[in-house]
Nanobody, 127 residues
């Protein structure tokens, strides 16, 4: 069982940065691939970023490539999403997700691959 708690959201102006954190409880975090998804008002949930539990293999959605960076600290059971050069279209509720896997280098970009979800943190970017 993995429980996830996101933090770090807020209201910022376009061009600013935010760092989201997702802290997991449970011993299985180290062997969990992690992902970030977001849901903008009136839109479907979409993939943002994914990271394997080795912390090396990562994937990003095209709209955030070059601006967002996902990292993880297995000792702290925490993943981070550093978001730079934020745009109004980044406004959304951001969710982290986890799935246990024996493969250290595998990440998942599909939401239905994930077993555990956090409650979300809101990010609002004003123009």
């Amino acid at each position: 069982q993995v429980q996830l708690v996101e933090s770090g959201g807020g209201l910022v102006q376009a061009g600013a940065s935010l760092r989201l954190s997702c802290t997991a409880s449970g011993r299985a975090f180290r062997m969990s691939a992690m992902g970030w998804f977001r849901r903008a008002p009136g839109k479907e949930r979409e993939f943002v970023a994914a990271i394997a539990w080795n912390g090396i293999n990562r994937n990003y959605a095209d709209p955030v490539k070059g601006r967002f960076t996902q990292t993880r600290d297995n000792a702290k059971s925490t993943v981070y999403l550093q978001m730079n050069s934020l745009k109004p279209e980044d406004t959304a509720d951001y969710y982290c997700a986890a799935v246990q896997t024996p493969n250290s280098n595998i990440y998942f970009s599909q939401s239905d691959s994930y077993t555990y979800w956090g409650q979300g943190t809101q990010v609002t970017v004003s123009s």
